[in-house]
């Protein structure tokens, strides 16, 4: 019969050691990190209703959706992007390589400028859109929605240039709505009328320093500030107190979805895959495919994907398009299927709302080619509205449009209004 | 700008025998070539030089084995003075302090020194190798399938091999696929009892790979060279008269035949790329030369990285690239003796083969062993050759020349090759001593060459015999990278030909060959 021989260890060397270890491991008790902003969202939470975003804690909603979706549309909304991925981009080559990692032509982004830009891989297939920030003729800022740093360094390879990451040490906030900019004039930011759309610029802030860029995921009058993390609540505080008297508002995400949809903007692995994530082949996604042909300029220097960019669009090879719908009734069609002729299916709705600022009901939706591109008649979409544990099968016609699907004078304005 | 704008067809970048091969079969078709050649001299790896006053050497490959009949066909090297005849077919030997043994012929068509039942047990494992090495032999003279987009002759390729597989018999069939990424040591225990005779097919598996015996897939590297042939025998080699410079001048020859015009001394500094085609290159000396197609038959990574540029090309591109391994494991050594030395057990013919120490496969994964650390073998394995013996005009009257090839010798060697290169010398010459007893005393000369020297002198980057390892993984479909193992690169006109590209390395000229023929497919 087996003995029991080993004795418990009572060394309390290990157990230190073990405790350090321990120590060094709890990473794990914080499921969801909390951005600088947190002590400030945390107070306000008062739904408790969060989702991870890019492994930090943030609000679908805050108090109530529809209010924070009309604080963007009719005050000023605050909405904390501090989970963004952030890279700093710093060189006397970091213009001929962002010029090489994405679409567009970053020779013709001057400082003090930002564009919507995206980059793929060597097949053409989008890996990610974001926006590009020209902080000074060799710096800038890339800020995306998924992480890509060993992509960002290997293409780095023979050219004079450092990327780093500072997601963590670089705080966003997205001031949104048509009393934005009398905020943060309020505020004291001096100078800020300046800005048009797609402008930036630096300020003074609490010893630091913040960089107000006039943009935003809305499709409305709005800013983005950029400021050190150590500066984050001081920045909040400022801006909450400068707008008491016009309205600001805490937002959650759930209200911002909404207004980039009317908007008419795409949002990465909802509207479409990314090609990292992609498992399956048909997945990926060209920006041809997904309403991002703009950006490609065959014209500039070579980018990532270029060949197989022009290769595809020369053999006729893209397969997918993604349209603008506006569909019949008041029922969100999310993730409605896109049908021809009411039988065949030619596709899948992305998003969708009932818009209250276009009074329309509207989808993007992904379709294949040729159906959204040549063939654009006789497009229907099935909803399944549910009415009290029994769905409702609903064909409603669906028509392709442009978008956005909204646009609002006051988004470029200048001077920006004051409401 | 200058007047040689515009003026060719084709830009061959690199004088190796592939951009010889690639040129000429260009011309031979009727585009109109240049050969842009960095060194003084075409011939690259394989040229014959003086490496000491009076003593002349084949300066890295020194045995013929695997060039390939398409190239001796098309290029009509007969006519330029490159002859093979079965009597030039040279033996080798496994050395041994138990006596040598000895493969006659062409790879042991008759096998001396071992014992009956070894020897019907060597023919039947022979016969089998060659009979698996066949069913390889038609990809080298192939493109590799493109999986994405496969023609009809490539399908009909593939079928062949289909067929060529069900021809083996439903027994060899189902061996062949169990064997085919094996270890040479484990398959050579199965079949074999003799340490020398196992020792040789080891070494011989693992010749130019970094692989011991007992590494996954190294049994590959022996269907490789048996795949082979020369003098249209699978397995023979032999020593080309003058040295491997002879073998190059004959393609030289046909190369100026058919109207190639070579330019040694002309570095090529930067492939000209315009809206992702290559449309030329600028030489070291700033000439610029217009070409609708280029054709680098150098390193596919210095092509890609150094001439073209990864600005012109896509980040998982440059990264596969930069992963292609290529860091020399073989050392190359060249001594003038003062009278040709004499090899315990071994006859006069013998002396004029190729004498294999490494012992028994067990000596050879010892061997193997400290490369993976950064250090050299203190008991290396080596392949000799005696040049002079069949060829007295390569060393003074009553003088020798010996060249061999000796592994294991890595490419960073952790000490650094400034100090390590004595050491190593001296462990090789004691394993010569042990076998040549004597030999040091003659030595009136030696130059080893370690891959660090390979790399300086023969611009091949990690001093790589093959610009690349030639394992399972960067073989046919993944040679040079997986993707674009067709000739063709992601720039457009601009083709790779070298032995970084597919079938790989030896003295082959297939690389070349299939380049040439891919770029005229393309155009036809």
Redesign the interface.
Known sequence: MAQATRKKPVDTEIDTALEARSAAQSHFRTLRLGTPFQPRIDALGLKQDWYSWAGYRAPHSLWDEELEYFAIRSQAALFDISPMTKYRIEGPDAEAYLDRVTLRDVTRLKPGRVHYTAWCDDEGFVLDDGTLFRLSPTRFRLCSQERHLPWLLDSAFRYDVRVEEETEAVAGLALQGPTSFAILRDAGFAGVERLKVFDLAEFAHDGATVTISRTGFTGDLGYELFVPADKALSLWDRLMAAGELRGIRAIGYTALNRARLEAGLIVANADFTTSEHAIRTDRLRMPDEIGLGFMIDPDKGHFNGRRAILEARAKKKLRHVLVGLEIEGNIPAEHAIVYYKKGQEVGLVSAAMWSPMAKRNIALASLQRPYGDTIVDDLWVEIYAMRELQYQKLMKKAKVVPRPFIKLDRRTANPPADF | MTSSDLNWDAIVIGGGHNGLVAAATLAKAGRKAVLLEAGNEVGGAARTEEFTPGFRVSAVAHLLNRLHPDVMKTLELERHGLTVERGDFVPSVALSKDGPLTLHGAYGEVLTGASTSEQSAWKELRAQSLRYAGVLKPFLSRRPPNLGDMSLAEMTGLGQTALALKRLGKEDMRDFLRVLLMNVYDLLDEQLSDDRLKGLLAFDATLGSHLGPRSPTSLLGLYYRLAGEIGGLAGAQIQPKGGMGAVVAAIRSAAEKAGVSIRPASPVAKVI?E??RAVGVITQKGETLRARTVVSAINPATTI?DLV???????????KV?NIRMKGDAAKLHLALDRPPQFSGVDAAGHKGRLVIAPSPDHVERAFNPSKYGEFSPEPVMEITLPSLADSSLAPSGACVLSAVVQYAPYALKEGWAAGKPQFLRAIMAQLEAYAPGIGATVRHAELLTPADIEARYRMPGGHWHHGELQADQMLISRPVSGWSGYDT?LEGLFLAGAGSHPGGGISGAPGLNAARRIIAMRA
């Not at chain 2, 540029?309 to 990264?319: A, K, L, Q, S, Y």
């Open positions: 790329v809206k992702g990285l540029g990864p600005r012109e090309v896509d980040t998982g591109f440059v990264r930069k992601p």
